[in-house]
């Protein structure tokens, strides 16, 4: 038997403890759906520095320039323009030295290949020190970045990080490349591990400037179509290696390689589509508008 009195108290208890229940569960769902609670920023790059681990990339420009490493760059001319612009990523080891008139000397941003990393540590007190306020973001398979102790280049970038503490290191996550793997596969309706290829640097790149960018100006990359064009200009591959491949020769020979080329001209056809979605725009050369049944 359960007396009026103890009925009332019962009551009393519930409702006091229902307000408490429910903030609770709230509480608890937010940090299950929202792990940016404990961490805010783009959650497929994360810090490379001690006792920093779990820190995301935490960077939103409302205008990027995204300057590719192309020929196309010599004798731009767009160097004071692209410096405007109010976040500027460039990617690997493309130098500003020298090439300022064309490309411009500001470098908010430099998107890293795995295998671009020991040319950024043979001249590590540019990259490191005398660029510390760059942040870098590297990207590379998960033999060389695991963080067990047998990633080859994440032990070199977590050295890295040691040494200069300043220095803002991320790199692209297991699952974001995993993420990158199937926007190909939706684009191209190809496999890319079964095709043979490799993601370029430029695809993370563009990927980075679209979660990153409000609008993305890009400079110096060509379309797709470009190198099958009569008139189209030879330049190097890259602007600041003039005695070295022309870019159309390479693109073609990584186009029809079997195992481990990029596909730079499939990737160029499916920056067209994205430009359709996003407010990219592309310079030096211009890309015409392509219609969407294209």
């Not at 160097?79 to 411009?104: F, L, Q, S």
């Not at 490799?198 to 563009?206: E, K, P, R, V």
């Not at 400037?209 to 330049?235: F, L, P, Q, T």
Request: proline content about 3%.
């Amino acid at each position: 038997y359960t007396s009026p009195t103890q009925m009332l108290r019962w009551l009393c208890l519930l409702s006091l403890s229902l307000p408490l229940l429910f903030w609770f569960g709230h509480v608890i769902t937010r940090t299950e759906l929202s792990p940016a609670g404990r961490s805010t920023g783009l959650k497929g790059y994360t810090r490379i520095a001690p006792g920093r681990m779990h820190q995301f990339l935490d960077m939103h420009c409302s205008q990027c320039a995204l300057v590719s490493s192309s020929g196309q760059m010599i004798r731009a001319g767009v160097g004071e323009e692209i410096d405007k612009i109010e976040c500027v990523i460039r990617m690997n080891n493309a130098p500003t030295a020298g090439y300022k008139k064309d490309v411009g000397s500001r470098t908010s941003v430099r998107v890293v290949s795995h295998t671009s990393v020991p040319l950024l540590v043979k001249n590590e007190l540019y990259y490191f020190r005398q660029s510390a306020d760059t942040t870098y973001v590297f990207w590379g398979p998960e033999r060389n970045m695991r963080q067990d102790g047998k990633g080859r280049i994440f032990n070199t970038l977590l050295k890295i990080a040691k040494k200069y503490p300043s220095v803002r290191i991320y790199v692209v996550t297991r699952e974001k490349i995993q993420y990158c793997d199937r926007m190909f596969q939706k684009e191209t309706g190809k496999n890319r591990m079964k095709t043979g290829a490799y993601l370029s640097t430029g695809f993370f790149t563009m990927i980075l400037a679209i979660d990153m960018c409000d609008s993305v100006h890009v400079y110096g990359m060509i379309d797709n179509n470009y190198c099958s064009r009569a008139n189209h200009s030879v330049v190097p591959y890259h602007y600041y290696e003039k005695n070295r491949i022309n870019e159309c020769k390479m693109y073609r020979v990584h186009e029809g390689t079997q195992r481990g080329g990029h596909r730079f001209i499939t990737e160029k056809a499916i920056y067209a589509k994205w430009a359709r979605r996003h407010r990219i725009d592309f310079k030096h050369p211009t890309w015409k508008r392509q219609d969407d049944h294209d």
